[in-house]
């Protein structure tokens, strides 16, 4: 998998993170696990996409999405189906799509996979 695009996740759950890993890895792709924040910040010139848990405690899954994509990142979102409000702001921020966690779960690989075959980074915002 040594040209296989590199896939930050953000996610703090552990089962969430080990299901995007999983379905990041069925895709395709080479996850690697980052924290936000800091941790987002130097990670985002080794890969091309992005995944962010939006309902993350430990970090603001916003911003996750607007350092990510101000690095140059893809970003593909999840959260709960119904919240409408938070969808919208991670669309704002710079996510390409914000994915229902069921979606995720009955669709991870397939939807991921074509992601990453739509192609790697855009050029960092000024």
Same mark, same amino acid.
């Given at each position: 998998m040594a040209d296989a695009p590199v896939v930050l996740i953000v996610a703090d759950d552990l089962i969430w993170a080990d299901r995007l890993v999983r379905a990041v890895?069925?895709?395709?792709?080479?996850?690697?696990?980052?924290?936000?924040?800091?941790? /987002? %910040?130097?990670?985002?010139?080794?890969?091309?996409?992005?995944?962010v848990d939006l309902t993350a405690r430990a970090y603001? !899954?916003? $911003?996750?999405?607007? /350092? %990510?994509?101000a690095g140059g990142l893809r970003v593909l979102a999840v959260?709960?189906?119904d919240d409408h409000e938070l969808r !919208?702001? $991670?669309l704002a921020a710079g996510a390409e799509?914000?994915?229902?966690?069921?979606?995720?779960f009955e669709d991870g690989p397939a939807t991921i996979?074509?992601?990453? $075959?739509?192609?790697a980074s855009v050029p960092a915002r000024p």
């Open positions: 890895t069925a895709a395709g792709g080479m996850p690697r696990r980052v924290g936000a924040g800091a941790a /987002l %910040a130097s990670a985002v010139g080794e890969a091309g996409f992005a995944v603001d !899954g916003i $911003a996750a999405v607007e /350092l %990510a994509t959260g709960q189906h !919208g702001r $991670a799509r914000v994915l229902a966690y069921r979606k995720v996979a074509a992601f990453l $075959a739509r192609g």
